[in-house]
């Protein structure tokens, strides 16, 4: 979670997040799902221990639930 923020950071888009941390990690489960919150699209990315990590890109920023 913290490379995550870290990479946003420095300016790198889900895209490059996605393909650098988290599609090879072995918590993550799957590729990324859009969903909505609020009426807003963003996406989510599973975990094996049952949370998610929310990427919302009008703030570029990375939430766990």
């Known amino acids: 979670m913290l490379q995550c923020a870290q990479a946003a950071e420095l300016g790198e888009d889900f895209p490059s997040v996605w393909e650098t941390v988290?599609?090879?990690?072995?918590?993550?489960v799957g590729p990324p799902v859009q969903v909505y919150?609020?009426?807003?699209?963003?996406?989510?990315?599973?975990?094996?221990?049952?949370?998610?990590?929310?990427?919302?890109?009008?703030?570029?920023?990375?939430v766990l639930v």
Do not use: F, G, K, M
Request: charged share 30%; aromatic share 6%.
């Open 22 to 28: 988290l599609r090879r990690h072995a918590l993550v």
């Open 37 to 62: 919150h609020d009426d807003l699209p963003r996406l989510e990315v599973h975990l094996i221990t049952n949370q998610r990590i929310i990427y919302n890109s009008d703030s570029r920023e990375y």
